[in-house]
């Protein structure tokens, strides 16, 4: 009779066969893969936070709304274009400009008062003056406004393109 030798299984590789991975191996590696995978989200979001940046091109398009003849706003006064969002303000020396109805500090709706010639703020009384600067805290910045363009004898605001400021400056007037 002849004895039964067992013989060796080599993988085609020349490797041994590979040993059942135990559930500590299983939970190590799955928490590596796991860190990495939240580091590259992190590096991600941290990219994403850094390019972010407002475009310095204007990209929403022109949306013209037409308040009317440059003859039917008084000098000094201001007219509410409730559904544009703003106020149309004509200064004392003839200059626009479309002043935003929200407040700077929290974003209430803003109402003109005409015998105090000021802008106030329900919410918190921040007052601001004809020109959008802030008369009475808590607001800290002028009320933004949107461009206004005067052609042809009519004023014209872009209710498409809101500019924030710090403060009121005379470039930020037109004039016909």
Request: proline share 5%; glycine share 8%; charged share 25%.
């Amino acid at each position: 009779m002849k004895k039964l030798q067992h013989k060796k299984t080599v993988s085609l590789v020349g490797k041994a066969p590979a040993e059942p991975l135990s559930r500590r191996d299983f939970f190590n590696r799955a928490w590596k893969w796991l860190g990495i995978l939240a580091a590259l989200e992190v590096t991600g979001m941290f990219t994403a936070f850094l390019f972010s940046g407002k475009s310095k091109k204007q990209s929403a398009p022109k949306q013209l709304l037409e308040a009317g003849p440059v003859d039917s706003f008084e000098k000094n006064s201001v007219s509410a274009f409730m559904g544009g969002r703003f106020y149309l303000a004509r200064q004392k020396d003839g200059g626009f400009i479309a002043l935003s109805l929200r407040c700077t500090h929290l974003g209430c709706s803003i109402a003109w008062e005409a015998s105090k010639n000021r802008f106030i703020c329900p919410c918190h009384s921040s007052a601001f003056d004809i020109a959008g600067e802030v008369l009475n805290p808590p607001a800290v910045r002028a009320l933004d406004y949107y461009p206004v363009l005067i052609e042809n004898g009519i004023v014209k605001v872009d209710i498409g393109t809101i500019v924030e400021r710090s403060s009121f400056r005379k470039d930020q007037l037109q004039y016909a």
